[in-house]
């Protein structure tokens, strides 16, 4: 057998990474403020082999490493994240061969630290300083990792997502060209959300290189938000990759929504979507109820299983207890 | 317009020239050991904060003796220079700055820039490996209480407006939209301000690469933007002390302000006051 995206038979499960050929699914929502005028689309960055959009931009980097040999004589992977890239890079290693070392902050949910743990990566979990510093939320493991890999650099490379740019051309590559070929050209509004901003810069360069006059919207989440990988624009310091001539829009949404839109998704459209997913929702529904006319792409970066505890404590009668 | 003190400063690039020298010593100083452990400048030992640094059964500095026993353990002897370099801007390194100009060590400096510079200087490196340092005696001086401003004082200062109080905490803090950052648990009771003092966060004395801003530019923020009165004493705090010593380290060594005192007490002790007005 070979491999065939039609039939769905791999050879590895690296093959199985997203792109034009084989792109992530597209749903349509259909309840939740549905309308003829500004149908909304959400790719569901979930249904990639390893849970979420972050694939896209770990093989990205992890190729970019190995075709500039900085991967040979054992050496291995250390990066900073919320979660996602780290099971990603940990994932990819498990295949291909390469040990992961990843540097998370202590408020990442016990799910992901889970999963990083079964998936055998060394796991650094850096406690929250007791005074953290406004604006450089993250700054903690991007050290921690850099330390890593300048203490060891026979051991460790770091790939380092908030800086690289293989996390855009990632999305340039994939993402773009998927949304474009998905929606037959006619997209008109991205919906999506900032962490890194590879995705929003590398899909928003693409598509606007296709039609200039689409809008790409960026929804953020109020200050103060405990988002799992998202950033207020406050917080982008840390990432190079924020290019906000590439966004026509910012719209912060209060993060608590973020939760209530999760249930709607689950309860009324089927849709197993994270925390992440349901601010970008909000984002677009409140662009349609603005009268925005066209097509709307959200995109939803990963799935609820990992928020479980996360739901439980932001949901009122959601409780562990009720749930455990 | 030099520094009042230049000689407490010293920059990446000499530490790198100076490592190893007879004499001269590194101290890494952090809220606890993750990063030392992973990887520090090479011959430099490592200070934990939370439990070096502190009295763990009263809430102090360390005792004289601690103090003696923590040095002399890590063969640095009085004669010594010691350089401090830190996480998070420095912040516990320049606590550690304090802690040692209370006990008298005559020669210390901070590394400009700290941790995050050297980390981000590509001729510098990190090693993993300890260094062994013979212990030797060290003998501290009687502490010099002139540099820690205690709650009476705050509360009579606070009162006459005299000396000058600096909160240095976050402008949310400050105004006491929040008790503490976000993420951190509420240590105290209140929210607001020492009455009397004025915001400048401790972030506005450094660039962005972590390095003091040039003097003319601290006489700017702290002197006339501030309205410091670099003539009267003044106490810088935070919440626990530690962003405040990097302020108190402006204050005193940047800008020459000779009275100038940090209250480590901070919000954690005043905020928690009862019958104790607090300004929001």
């Known amino acids: 057998m070979v491999m065939n995206h039609d039939t769905r038979v791999y050879d590895n499960i690296v093959e199985m990474l997203p792109d034009e050929a084989n792109p992530s699914p597209m749903v349509r929502i259909n309840r939740l403020g549905a309308t003829s005028g500004f149908p909304l689309y959400a790719k569901l960055e979930w249904m990639n082999p390893f849970g979420s959009v972050k694939d896209r931009a770990a093989l990205g980097m992890l190729r970019d490493l190995q075709h500039r040999g900085a991967l040979r004589n054992g050496r291995g992977l250390v990066e900073p994240t919320s979660g996602n890239t780290g099971i990603s890079l940990a994932a990819l290693g498990a295949a291909l061969g390469y040990p992961v070392r990843a540097v998370v902050p202590e408020r990442v949910p016990e799910e992901k630290k889970a999963i990083l743990r079964i998936l055998g990566a060394e796991l650094d979990v850096v406690a929250d300083a007791l005074c953290p510093m406004p604006g450089q939320t993250g700054g903690g493991t991007i050290n921690l990792a850099k330390t890593h890999a300048k203490a060891q650099p026979d051991r460790y490379v770091m790939p380092n997502q908030y800086e690289n740019p293989e996390n855009v051309l990632a999305h340039f590559r994939t993402t773009g060209p998927e949304i474009w070929r998905q929606t037959e050209g006619k997209i008109t509004h991205l919906f999506v959300s900032l962490g890194t901003c590879g995705t929003v810069s590398g899909t928003s360069r693409f598509l606007k290189g296709r039609n200039p006059a689409v809008k790409v919207i960026a929804v953020q989440p109020s200050e103060g938000h405990d988002i799992p990988g998202l950033r207020n624009t406050s917080e982008l310091d840390v990432s190079t990759l924020f290019d906000r001539t590439l966004i026509d829009d910012i719209v912060e949404i209060p993060y608590e929504l973020a939760c209530v839109r999760v249930l709607d998704l689950c309860r009324r459209e089927g849709l197993l979507a994270g925390p992440s997913s349901g601010l970008v929702l909000e984002g677009a529904l409140r662009a349609q109820t603005d009268g925005a006319r066209g097509l709307g792409v959200m995109i939803f970066p990963d799935g609820l299983f990992k928020y479980v505890g996360y739901i439980a404590k932001h949901v009122k009668g959601i409780t562990e207890e009720a749930l455990f | 317009m030099p520094y009042a003190h230049p000689e407490v400063l010293v920059e990446t690039d000499w530490v790198k020239e100076n490592i190893g020298k007879p004499g001269i010593r590194l101290v890494e100083v952090d809220v606890d050991l993750q990063a030392y452990d992973a990887g520090h400048i090479p011959g430099a030992v490592g200070f934990n904060w939370q439990k070096d640094l502190q009295d763990q059964l009263t809430r102090d500095i360390i005792s004289r003796a601690a103090f003696e026993k923590l040095l002399g353990g890590a063969g640095i002897s009085p004669r010594d220079t010691v350089v401090l370099y830190g996480d998070n801007n420095n912040w516990f390194a320049a606590y550690g700055f304090w802690l040692f100009k209370i006990y008298g060590h005559e020669n210390v400096k901070l590394m400009n820039g700290g941790r995050q510079k050297w980390l981000n200087e590509q001729d510098k490196t990190f090693t993993k ?115 405040s010593s990097h302020t108190w380290f402006v204050l005193k060594y940047l800008l020459g302000i000779e009275n100038a005192k940090n209250y480590d007490g901070s919000w954690t002790e005043y905020g928690n006051l009862v019958a104790v007005p607090i300004e929001k």
Not at chain 2, 174 to 190: H, L
Not at chain 2, 218 to 229: F, N, R
Request: a positive charge; charged letters at 30%; aromatic letters at 6%.
């Open chain 2, 129 to 243: 490996d300890k260094p062994y340092h013979s212990p030797v005696l060290y003998t501290a001086k009687p502490p010099n209480e002139g540099l820690r401003a205690r709650l009476s004082e705050v509360i009579g200062a606070s009162g006459e407006r005299n000396p000058n109080l600096v909160d240095v905490r976050s402008n949310d803090e400050y105004t006491g939209k929040i008790i503490a950052p976000p993420g951190m648990s509420e240590t105290a009771q209140r929210a607001g301000h020492i009455p009397g003092a004025v915001s400048v966060p401790w972030s506005t004395a450094v660039d962005k690469d972590g390095r003091f801003k040039s003097a003319e530019e601290l006489a700017e923020i702290y002197l006339k933007k501030g309205g410091i009165d670099s003539k009267k004493p003044v106490i810088a705090y935070c919440r626990i002390g530690e962003r």
